[in-house]
């Protein structure tokens, strides 16, 4: 059905786009973010939040991670609390 909040091609569009290997490394990333979250969050005994998972996230696992996703292991480089951790508390 064509309407002005969906066009004729938004359908093809969306598929494209979520076809886009672009489109899947956010998701992957967005994955692993989510996890590093819920990991610290349990570990510190309350929801350290989403931005603050985030910014961690990439700053202590983001280059390796994504390394490994480009050496073809697919393997996800194990994450261990550092001595940095224990600052942001």
Known sequence: MTSAHNP?????ARDF???STLYQEFLAER????KHK????ERL???IG???????WIRKHRDSWRAARR????LT????????DKDLV
């Open 8 to 12: 004729p091609n938004a359908t093809g």
């Open 17 to 19: 786009v979520k076809q």
């Open 31 to 34: 994955e692993e973010i989510l």
């Open 38 to 41: 819920w990991l610290e969050s």
């Open 45 to 47: 005994g309350y929801d």
């Open 50 to 56: 989403f931005e603050r998972a985030l910014l961690d």
């Open 71 to 74: 050496s073809g292991s697919g």
């Open 77 to 84: 480089p194990p994450v261990f609390p550092t001595r940095e």
